[in-house]
């Protein structure tokens, strides 16, 4: 019986492949830059110098500027709202609110440019982001606000303010992206690593829990 050889030719990208790449690689740069520069001071010239890209390419996935910005800051609330939805009114608070802090530092540490900017463009009246904060989000926001008064009526909770229960998990959480450069001076570091991150969310899980009345263990 013969056997077939394995061709020794490499795999070729597909043409979608080949896309989300090069989509995914234009928009860490353009993170970069938008954090690093702002709105302003950021080019498609500049973005497609440092992607290694034609300006062309570049224009070819984005079409202008604005829409790779919107981009950008639509990437990142998707992430952050894709985390409140995952908390439930069926799950103990001591288990879901343990769970979402602990993704929302996770998430300060793996996108702290694009949670600068989204800082940026709110401090600025959210000229280009007023829409979606005022559809999506708040819609995601009311839904896990009506999760929180589910675990009031339950009992699992003290009767806090679940408005303001969100606002301060957002605060304490997207700290250690928007001050990230304060806390490493601070620290005496050059940046934040494993262990700050870790100590953080420890910390406001206790802070937390405990300000809400839920038993730990």
């Known amino acids: 019986m013969s ?16 896309r989300k790449d090069n989509s995914e690689h234009i928009l860490k740069v353009a993170e970069r830059l938008f954090s690093d520069n702002g709105y302003n001071g950021t080019t498609i010239q500049a973005i497609a110098k440092e992607a290694n890209l034609p300006k062309a390419n570049v224009l070819y996935y984005f079409h202008t500027k604005e829409a790779l910005y919107k981009r950008v800051l639509s990437n990142i609330l998707s992430i952050w709202m894709l985390s409140m939805n995952d908390m439930t009114e069926d799950q103990h608070p001591r288990d879901a609110l343990r769970s979402y802090i602990v993704k929302k530092i996770r998430q300060s540490k793996e996108h702290p440019h694009a949670s600068r900017i989204f800082a940026a463009e ?16 708040k819609d995601q926001f009311q839904t896990t606000c009506q999760v929180f008064r589910q675990w009031i009526l339950k009992k699992w909770m003290d009767p806090v303010s679940p408005e303001h ?28 690593d494993d262990q700050d991150y870790n100590e953080g969310a420890d910390l406001i899980i206790r802070m937390v829990l405990k300000g809400c009345g839920i038993n730990q263990v």
């Open 165 to 192: 229960l969100m606002f301060m998990l957002w605060s304490t959480t997207q700290a250690y992206a928007d001050f990230q450069v304060q806390s490493s001076i601070l620290l005496g570091k050059t940046e934040l």
């Open 122 to 137: 709110v401090l600025h009246g959210a000229p280009y982001l007023k829409e979606q904060l005022e559809t999506d989000l």
């Open 3 to 18: 056997v077939k050889k394995q061709s020794s030719k490499p795999v070729r990208r597909s043409l979608a492949r080949i």
